[in-house]
């Protein structure tokens, strides 16, 4: 079998993302800058022909695929909200640990939200579908999700995905070896445009 290319675009800068709280299932909108950073994605994903396009249902990504799309249509996929953090949604990792030190969300999860053990089950329910298709899919989620995601494409397990990180408005490249179509890699990480750099 011969896995897909599958690009993970992250949504951009939404206020708490300045902040540092932990934005799971809240909805909020992108910034003005976000809006701008998701621009500058566009021409650069503009020539890609994406054999299938999914945005998590959040306000910050579907806006984040809108303006790096500009017209396509995507289907809304729930499998790439952001991880459910329960009651420390809004919350700031010095809060959390502040109640429950040492916390780490790939470690521990949020009280009344997504353990890890659920987290990692949903990445791989979604990547085992993605697997089944053919092509170039564009995914538009999460940074804690979708470092969730890149971990468990390689096989590494969901406490792993500790060691990765993805800027807003950013883009990811899971596929296969090249000459060995059914060996998964991570081709490129957390990409921005040069300007941002």
Not at 30 to 58: D, K, M, N, W, Y
Not at 80 to 89: H, K, Q
Not at 120 to 132: E, N, Q, T
Request: net charge neutral.
């Amino acid at each position: 079998m011969i896995l897909p290319t599958v690009m993970l675009i992250r949504h951009g800068e939404t206020a708490w993302t300045l902040s540092g709280q932990h934005t799971g299932r809240s909805d909020i909108p992108l910034t003005a800058a976000g809006e701008q950073s998701a621009r500058e994605l566009a021409p650069i994903l503009a020539p890609i022909a994406f054999s299938q396009v999914f945005t998590s249902p959040s306000r910050r990504a579907r806006r984040t695929c809108e303006l790096v799309l500009a017209g396509r249509s995507a289907a809304i996929e729930p499998d790439l909200a952001e991880w459910d953090y329960g009651r420390y949604d809004g919350l700031d990792t010095r809060q959390i640990q502040a109640q429950q030190p040492g916390w780490n969300v790939f470690r521990d999860g949020g009280p009344g939200g997504e353990t890890p053990a659920q987290a990692s089950a949903r990445a791989d329910r979604l990547l085992d579908r993605l697997r089944g298709l053919a092509g170039t899919i564009a995914l538009f989620s999460h940074g804690q999700f979708g470092c969730l995601l890149g971990a468990r494409w390689i096989g590494l397990t969901g406490a792993q995905a500790d060691h990765f990180a993805l800027e807003p408005a950013s883009i990811s490249v899971l596929g296969p070896k090249p000459g060995h179509g059914d060996v998964p890699v991570i081709a490129r990480w957390n990409v921005v445009p040069a300007a941002r750099l």
